[in-house]
C-alpha cells in the first residue's frame, strides 16, 4: 500500500468529538517517548505531519490524520510517563481507555515498543487488557536501527517468549526504524490488509 496524501484532521480532548464519518482507524499508541510521531511522519512521508518531541509525553490528545481519504492514522496519547502530574496522567488513561474501549471508528491498534529495552510491565498490562476486551492489535518494535542484527533478534525473541506465556496466538510483530525507514512497506501491507477485512 502507499500513501499519497495525508493531511491533519482534528484533535480531540474526548471520544465524543473525533470525526463522526465512516472512515476507520488505525491508531497508534505506547510509551511516551517510543517516536509514534517519528514513525507517522515516516510512514506517511510527511516529515512534520505528526509533531515530534522530545519532551515525552508531550501527545495529550487523540489526533487524527486523513490519508487518502480513506481512512485515519491516529497518533495517541502516550502513556506511563511519570513526569506529568498524577491528575494528568489519569486523565491521559481514561483518554486512552474511552477511545481503545468505546471508539467505534477503531479498526485496528498498533501498540510500539522500544526495541532495545527487556519486555516492560506497563506495555504488558496494557496489552493484556487488549487481550480482555477483544481489542485487535499488532507490535511495532521502534528504533530497531539502535541495535545489531543479533540483539535485536534476542529482544525480539524474548517479547515473543513473554506474550506466549499468556497468548496461545502472538499478534502480528513488526520492525521499524524512523530514521533510516525499515518497515515502512511491511507496516503499510499490513495496514492495507487490516483495512481489506471487513
Same mark, same amino acid.
Given at each position: 500500500?502507499q500513501i499519497?496524501k495525508? +493531511?491533519?484532521k ?10 463522526? =464519518?465512516?472512515l476507520?482507524? @488505525? ?9 509514534? $510521531?517519528?514513525l @507517522?511522519?515516516?510512514?506517511?512521508? &510527511?516529515?512534520?505531519l ?5 519532551? !515525552? ?5 487523540i489526533?487524527?490524520?486523513r @490519508?487518502?481519504?480513506a481512512? *485515519?492514522?491516529?497518533d495517541?496519547?502516550? *502513556?506511563?510517563?511519570?513526569r ?5 496522567? =489519569?486523565?491521559?488513561?481514561k483518554i486512552?481507555?474511552? *477511545?481503545?474501549?468505546?471508539c +467505534?471508528?477503531?479498526? #485496528?491498534?498498533f ?24 481489542? !485487535? ?9 539502535? /541495535?545489531?542484527?543479533?540483539?535485536? &533478534?534476542?529482544n525480539?525473541?524474548?517479547y $515473543?517468549?513473554?506474550?506466549? +506465556?499468556?497468548?496461545e496466538e502472538? !499478534? !502480528? #510483530? /513488526?520492525?521499524?526504524?524512523? $530514521? ?11 495496514i492495507?490488509?487490516? /483495512?481489506?477485512?471487513c
Open positions: 500500500m499519497r495525508a +493531511e491533519f482534528c484533535s480531540s480532548e474526548r471520544i465524543s468529538q473525533v470525526p463522526k =464519518d465512516d476507520r482507524d @488505525i491508531a497508534f499508541i505506547g510509551r511516551s517517548n517510543v517516536g509514534k $510521531s517519528s @507517522i511522519n515516516m510512514l506517511t512521508g &510527511r516529515k512534520g505528526a509533531k515530534v518531541s522530545g519532551t !515525552p509525553g508531550k501527545t495529550r490528545l489526533n487524527h490524520f @490519508i487518502d481519504d481512512w *485515519y492514522l491516529v495517541l496519547p502516550g *502513556y506511563g510517563y511519570a506529568t502530574s498524577k491528575s494528568q496522567r =489519569d486523565e491521559f488513561s486512552i481507555t474511552d *477511545y481503545v474501549l468505546r +467505534e471508528k477503531l479498526h #485496528m491498534l501498540v510500539l515498543v522500544d526495541s532495545r529495552l527487556e519486555p516492560q510491565k506497563i506495555d504488558l498490562r496494557f496489552i493484556g487488557m487488549l487481550g480482555e476486551h477483544g481489542i !485487535p492489535f499488532g507490535i511495532i518494535f521502534t528504533k530497531c536501527d539502535k /541495535l545489531s542484527a543479533a540483539q535485536l &533478534r534476542r525480539v525473541e524474548r $515473543s517468549q513473554t506474550l506466549a +506465556e499468556q497468548w502472538l !499478534p !502480528p #510483530m /513488526l520492525l521499524s526504524s524512523s $530514521s533510516n525507514g525499515r518497515g515502512r512497506e511491511e507496516i503499510l501491507d499490513c492495507g490488509e487490516c /483495512l481489506a477485512e
